[in-house]
């Protein structure tokens, strides 16, 4: 970071990566959404809801969320083995108990809504934006839902709190927070930190990004809205 | 609705109910851990270890010490790799077999704790950088799942780490080779102390037992070190909690933590 307070990719301290959201990219899937967040690529399709397999997963009482957030062997610098990592299957754990509060299963018992993240390409905050996409996805599938769960990550880089660490800033930066955040019912529903924050830093982080996840809701929004009203948005 | 989500749904009104008069179900206010004692030294074959027993909960933690190639990108650190199993005697529900999300969660949240609080100089533990180092193996067996794994697992693991003995290696045709009888104490900077709270209705209670965390809305474990800062967060379960309740848990977590380091230090 310079003087200016400008950062490695240009960007200010307070200022998301470029991010643009497509809506029903897949003709199989009942829901989909891709999602460009700086240089991360990302697909995010939802099937159901259907029945369950295995059936002694199923619920009697309501419909189950299940989640698979993978990283293609081509996403990395190094070539990722495509066997699932333990860090894959953790994320895939915070990625469904981030999305679980948004939607409302009640209606559908013995089936299950899956959501299959693919990261094509890497470049730090990857959960965040895959939770992205995944929430415009479910919403394109037609799951009732209470918000929109939107997600970014903050951190602190060079003694700053800045917004939306990049994978460089990760990797050098001293720490990494990651929230998930319902706008309109003011939920944070994930929230991990690697690295170390003194108690009012901690307070600063979770405001810096939950200002973030705001705006990336306009974006998921004028999303949904561009493919269900074209250019007429009511 | 099946029997047992009606036991559920009337567990949760109970609980929330004594939640309301400040009370729980076994008597400790809001704020209060269960009672909490480690012993260390219990696995002599390991180079540390300890037993720690919080309130149903218990597990037997082993430390070992042998010298290992470093990762490709960090060959100016030593390794450390931290692991966690749910034995099938300890919960009538857990199966023998390849670790589930939850297990995989439990063991990455931990070794998180005691990584980002930088509480062991890995460099310090360099034979040959880029070639040979120490790598330090902590593997969890919980024998007794009364809830609150993350809690438990992380004192134990802390508790064996800082009761641990690091064998000496010297250099012989580059390859390492164990000086018997030689051993010196882990590169130790600080204490982190895990603590992990439930969200029940409006209630935020911390170290859950299983009643709790079965009716819980949300969790949320957060690691201190001695220094007072937050290192290491994770939140799990079906809902959420709003910016005060996170401000508020780390409000709760410091002053708790501060207690459990103090249990912790008179292992040192």
Known sequence: MNENGIRCDGRKVDQLRSISIKVGVLKNADGSAYIEFGKNKILAGIFGPRDVHPKHMANQDSGILRCRYHMSPFSVTERKNPAPSRREIEISKVIKEALQPAVILKDFPRTVVDVFIEVLQADGGTRCAALDAASVALADAGIPMHDLVSACAAGKVADQIVLDINNEEDQEGQADMPIAYMPNLGKITLMQLDGILSPSEYKKCIQTGISGCKQVYEIQRKALMEKYFGNETP | ?268
Do not use: W
């Open chain 2, 1 to 268: 609705m099946t029997n047992s989500v009606i036991l559920a749904q009337l567990k949760r009104d109970r609980i929330l109910e004594l939640l309301k008069e400040g009370k729980r179900l076994d008597d400790r206010g809001l704020e209060d851990q269960r009672p909490l004692s480690i012993d260390v030294g219990v696995i002599p074959k390991a180079n540390g270890s300890a037993r720690v027993r919080l309130g149903d909960t218990e597990i037997v933690t082993g430390i070992k010490i042998q010298p290992d190639k470093p990762f490709p990108d960090l060959g100016d650190k030593g390794i450390l790799i931290c692991t966690a199993e749910i034995l099938p005697l300890a919960d009538p529900n857990a199966e023998p077999g390849p670790p589930n999300e939850e297990v995989i969660e439990l063991a990455r949240v931990v070794d998180r704790g005691i990584r980002e609080t930088e509480m062991l100089d890995l460099h310090q533990l360099v034979l040959i950088e880029n070639k040979s180092v120490i790598g330090i193996f902590i593997d969890n067996s919980v024998t007794d799942a009364g809830g609150n794994l993350f809690d438990a697992c992380s004192y134990a693991s802390v508790a064996a780490l800082l009761s641990c003995t690091v064998p000496k290696y010297e250099i012989k045709d580059e390859l390492p080779v164990l000086v018997e009888g030689v051993t010196s104490k882990p590169p130790i900077k600080t204490i982190p102390v895990s603590v992990t709270m439930a969200r029940i209705g409006e209630y935020i209670v911390v170290d859950p037992n299983s009643d709790e965390e079965a009716c819980m809305d949300a969790r949320l474990t957060i690691t201190t070190n001695s220094e007072g800062n937050i290192c290491a967060i994770q939140k799990g379960g079906s809902d959420g909690f709003t910016f005060e309740q996170v401000v508020r848990c780390s409000e709760i977590a410091l002053p708790v933590g501060t207690k459990i380091r103090k249990q912790l230090e008179k292992l040192m």
